[in-house]
């Protein structure tokens, strides 16, 4: 079956400093990847997706590449900000004909202090 | 933009009452999807719907059903609610295959 793995929270960073979120994956077929970002209290939004190998998905600062060969989907920032503090899912979608099924981590919180 | 909208942001209720949670999205997406998300275990889907009164199972279908009755609009019926279903249940949708999900803000419901 289709899973995905992403580490353990909650990782607390500085302000400014480098993030690194990893996720791997495992899937039948070639999965669309994605990340999800929760804010407090709110719904998960779309922070950004890659749809096949070495695509290089960003947005806001944050950035992922898709390594087929490590099956992975790690989630980088140069510098992180006090609001960034959030969850962070890592998922994949497999398009099953009639919808794209989304296959979430158990998601990593952020936290960042000044 | 698009928006998801659920019904309740919370809701309690009691063990054996039958839980209606709507869901309603007003970009005519075709397809929209019912998650619950638990510490530790990120989101599960519960069922999907890809048209009007079509549906499919997800990952965690026992002890639920679903309604679709009109394309912007999508129910989730918990039929005796159960105390193993609280959680916070989230609302998703997109225009189909292929197309990222947007979800609503959530509905965390206690069942006592």
């Known amino acids: 079956g289709n899973s995905v793995t992403q580490m353990e929270g909650p990782v607390t960073l500085s302000e400014e400093a480098f993030l690194t979120i990893n996720c791997t994956y495992t899937?039948?077929?070639?999965?669309?990847l994605f990340w999800y970002v929760q804010y407090p209290g709110e719904g998960l939004q779309l922070l950004l997706k890659?749809?096949?190998?070495?695509d290089k998905g960003s947005n806001k600062g944050f950035e992922a590449t898709y390594r087929k060969e490590t099956t992975s989907f790690h989630l980088e920032k140069g510098s992180v900000q006090v609001s960034d503090s959030a969850v962070y899912f890592c998922?994949?979608?497999?398009?099953?004909?009639?919808?794209?099924?989304?296959?979430f981590g158990t998601g990593t919180r952020l936290q960042v202090t000044l | 933009d698009v928006k998801v909208t659920q019904s309740s942001r919370y809701l309690v209720k009691r063990t054996g009452e039958k839980v209606f949670l709507e869901c309603v999205q007003d970009?005519?997406?075709?397809?929209m999807f019912w998650y619950r998300q638990d510490p530790g275990l990120g989101l599960r889907l519960i069922y999907f719907?890809?048209?009007?009164?079509?549906?499919e199972k997800g990952d965690i279908p026992e002890g639920y059903s679903v309604s679709r009755e009109k394309k912007e609009r999508f129910s989730l019926i918990l039929e005796s609610a159960s105390t193993n279903q609280t959680s916070m249940y989230l609302c998703?949708?997109?225009?189909?295959?292929?197309?990222?999900?947007?979800f609503g803000p959530g509905t965390r419901l206690t069942v006592t």
């Open positions: 998703a949708s997109s225009p189909g295959p292929d197309y990222e999900q947007y």
């Open positions: 899937a039948t077929g070639y999965p669309s």
């Open positions: 890659a749809t096949k190998a070495d």
């Open positions: 998922a994949l979608s497999i398009n099953t004909g009639t919808a794209s099924k989304l296959t």
């Open positions: 970009m005519d997406h075709e397809n």
């Open positions: 719907s890809y048209d009007v009164k079509m549906k």
